[in-house]
DNA sequence: CCGTTTTATTAGGCACACCTAACTCTATAT
DNA sequence: ATATAGAGTTAGGTGTGCCTAATAAAACGG
């Protein structure tokens, strides 16, 4: 029964997260995420769903219970290996992801527990998701996207939705990363950027990319 | 050229390990070391030996320099997985083994980097081993195994050469690690076990295990 | 010296995870 | 209404890394 490639464990974790704005997830929007070719994607699913990890129907690729499990598994290894990187080895942020891409497959659960402990039982990964916790219960927050606040409201930066490292590398010199404060200036019409003020500091910022990052 | 994949790592690794006392591998000794079948290793032996990775005689299989280039590089990820497990989370040493052999091919030169200045540049893993430098030096000592020693010799541990939890734990509990002082009390004939000294406590101890340790 | 054991290889096959090319079906646009 | 674009699958194929069964060659023991 135990039949867990790191294959599946990162289609899986692929699936779980484009299911936090697609329900059922298209096979060509997998495809495209884990830069495979869609018939690959097609044939995998297939198997995912025999094996019971999701349910496949005309709508497109639902996680089971099961698959929903495994998916969290491997997003808090994922997490907590962020989370050693950045505290522990002194990487930035923006380094982190393709590391612990690798690293959550070659993570016991011993290993899942030492890491944790070490680093106090961290919340959240640095980019300020939530670390699941062993039996994989997630904390969820009530947030808004940073390019829905009107001009003056003001928020705090919980997390930050980007894995491109030169993207993160920019926003950190900015200052815009999780805990802080920020406040919206002006908004510009027309779908224009956000003028928003940071730690005394005052920047333009595209929709695109406010919309990746969340506040309460 | 880039041709290494995970396996093929644990293959140069083993060679490695086998030539240190057995020159010219043999194919059953590597097949049961890895534990697999003598085809597999005899076919992935042949693929290695095309990669310009070994040399295949009938004498057995010995490193190119480019295999052994190799292999020195996944010892130096290995070994400081260990110390990362030990001195970084927690973990005891005979409980990392296992852990670092995943680990040792999730690892980016840059991880590498930054694990070693974490440790402060350690220059051996929990067993006492030398962490090869980046460039693949190691640097090797003259050492005896404890076995080898008179009635009344001195020695400090430098290395135990053993992988199994069970003896890495009584060999602890004993006091039986690197840098400890020990001195053999008695030698008992006809192979027969030493009696050693450590930090004030006798033991008997067999050969073959005192043969692993290794002292100067 | 000959039979037995050990060692190594060949042959054939399988699971996994990927690919391209070709096809079907649906949504859309003119 | 028909042409076109997009999404998804089927068919056929590849490379990697493992297996068992059979075979060949070498080493050893009496
Ligand atoms: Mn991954
Ligand atoms: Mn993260
Ligand atoms: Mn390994
Ligand atoms: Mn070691």
């Known amino acids: ?23 059922p ?13 869609a018939p690959s994607v097609s044939e995998m699913t297939k198997k995912l769903a025999q094996k019971k990890l999701v ?17 969290k598994k491997v997003i808090r290894r994922h997490r907590l290996s962020e989370r050693l990187l ?6 930035r942020w923006d380094e982190v992801h393709d590391e612990a891409c690798r690293l959550e497959h070659a993570i016991s659960p011993e290993m899942e527990k030492h890491i944790e402990e ?6 959240t990964c640095p980019h300020g998701f939530p670390i699941p ?15 829905e606040l009107k001009a ?4 705090i930066i919980v997390s930050v939705f980007e894995e491109d490292p030169k993207m993160l ?9 999780p805990e802080v404060c920020v406040k919206v200036e002006e908004v510009a019409p027309f779908g224009g950027p956000l003028i928003v003020c940071v730690s005394g500091s005052r920047y333009a910022l595209g929709r695109e990319v406010a919309s990746k990052i969340k506040v309460k």
């Open 118 to 123: 070490s680093l106090g039982n961290p919340k």
């Open 1 to 23: 029964m135990k039949a867990d490639t790191p294959r599946i464990e990162e289609y899986l974790e692929s699936i779980y997260k484009l299911q936090q704005d697609e329900h």
């Open 86 to 91: 950045t505290d522990i080895l002194g990487f």
């Open 133 to 147: 916790d062993e039996n994989g219960v997630i904390v969820k927050e009530k947030l808004r996207p940073l390019s």
């Open 25 to 37: 997830v298209s096979t060509s929007r997998l495809a495209e995420h884990l830069k495979l070719s």
């Open 169 to 177: 590398q920019y926003l950190a010199s900015l200052g815009l990363i």
């Open 55 to 71: 349910n496949h129907t005309e709508k497109g690729i639902c996680l089971t219970q099961e698959g929903n499990r495994i998916a």
């Open 152 to 155: 003056r409201d003001k928020g």
